[in-house]
């Protein structure tokens, strides 16, 4: 059968008003309903952006509260609340890093009432562990609904897989190759130049000669977390942060990036002083660049001191109430610049 214009074009047609009505019932009915659960960081960028002079975004760091704590309160109602004549909410989703915290961000709307956001910065989600985390293709799932692409495709584009999701397994097999081959770089000198070097070379033995098992496996995990040095041409978190500035900058927007602290007390006393050199290296990398690049940098790598950390038995950024206060005086600080409402 031969198709003739005549008989394509109603088809066309047909094809294109289902797909114009599709998308803008989506828009209408569907869309804002399904970020709160599926997308829920633009779903509170929407909710806020028109109420709040400063956006705080974050992860778990934000809202993590110690079993003893007797303030509850996050780190941005604690920098909110010190604020004068200025408003300030944060929007957080645990394990997210500035890989997708920068969708959000390209949605911010210029002509809102946002001028000024704090982004999380953290030092681990620079190092391979995170990078090859197994929740990155669940976070990638729900990165499709932050693209600035039309909400139907973005839906579609989650629901039929047309997102980059590497399994677990992959995963796990390429943070085990970086631990063994990938060389560590610093301006000092460094005992050992990759993670499993330098990890094994650490045994802690108890008096009747046996291994010391929690100690040597909470040693062997701040070297795994923190035995890296930044490589700023392959690092997908500095092309993230990058793009961060340049977006903030076609918006007008004052960026801040807020860089948590590390307990460098535990990291000093259970692996040795270079660990804690390697962490501060990584940290004047990232201060200088990103200063130079216009931003500001609170530097809060070691602010927080080490007992005021939650977990004991791993590397963490969440901290107690006293952690949290200190990280939010130091945001506090560095927001004095805002602009008060009249």
């Known amino acids: 059968m031969q198709w003739s214009f005549k008989h394509i074009a109603p ?39 028109n109420h709040n002079d400063v956006l705080y975004f974050g992860e778990s760091s934000n809202y993590w509260v110690a079993p003893e704590d007797a303030d509850k309160r996050t780190i941005s109602d604690m920098i909110n609340d010190s604020l004068i004549g200025a408003r300030l909410s944060g929007i957080q989703v645990p394990a997210y890093h500035a890989g997708m915290f920068l969708p959000v961000i390209k949605h911010i709307n210029p002509n809102s009432r946002v001028k000024h956001i704090v982004v999380t910065m953290n030092l681990r989600s620079f190092d391979k562990p995170w990078i090859f985390s197994t929740q990155e293709g669940a976070l990638l799932r ?19 897989g047309y997102y980059e999701n590497p399994s ?21 000198p460094l005992a ?23 100690k040597q496996g909470l040693a062997h995990h701040y070297v795994k977390a923190y035995a890296f040095s930044i490589d700023t041409l392959n690092n997908p978190r500095i092309r993230d942060f990058d793009e961060i500035v340049n977006v903030c900058k076609s918006k007008n927007i004052k960026v801040y990036f807020n860089l948590l602290s590390e307990n460098t007390q535990w990291a000093d006393s259970l692996v040795g002083k270079e660990l804690s050199m390697l962490m501060r290296y990584n940290r004047d990398l990232l201060v200088n660049r990103y200063t130079n690049q216009g931003a500001v940098v609170i530097d809060n790598l070691e602010a927080v001191p080490g007992k005021h950390f939650g977990e004991k038995n791993w590397t963490t950024e969440h901290y107690d109430q006293t952690g949290r206060a200190i990280i939010a005086k130091n945001v506090c600080k560095a927001l004095a610049s805002v602009p008060r409402k009249k």
């Open 192 to 214: 050992y130049t990759t993670v499993n070097a330098w990890k094994n070379s650490i045994a802690y033995l108890n008096p009747d000669g046996s291994t010391n098992e929690e």
């Open 142 to 160: 729900t990165r499709c609904f932050y693209y600035t692409t039309p909400p139907l495709y973005n839906r579609l584009c989650a629901t039929l």
């Open 168 to 188: 677990a397994e992959l995963q796990d097999e390429k943070m085990l190759e970086a631990f063994e081959k990938d060389s560590i770089k610093a301006n000092f």
């Open 11 to 49: 088809r066309v047609l047909a094809i294109t008003v289902t797909v114009f009505v599709s998308s803008w019932l989506y828009n209408k009915v569907f869309w804002i309903p399904e970020l709160k659960d599926q997308g829920p960081m633009l779903y509170n960028l929407i909710e806020y952006q």
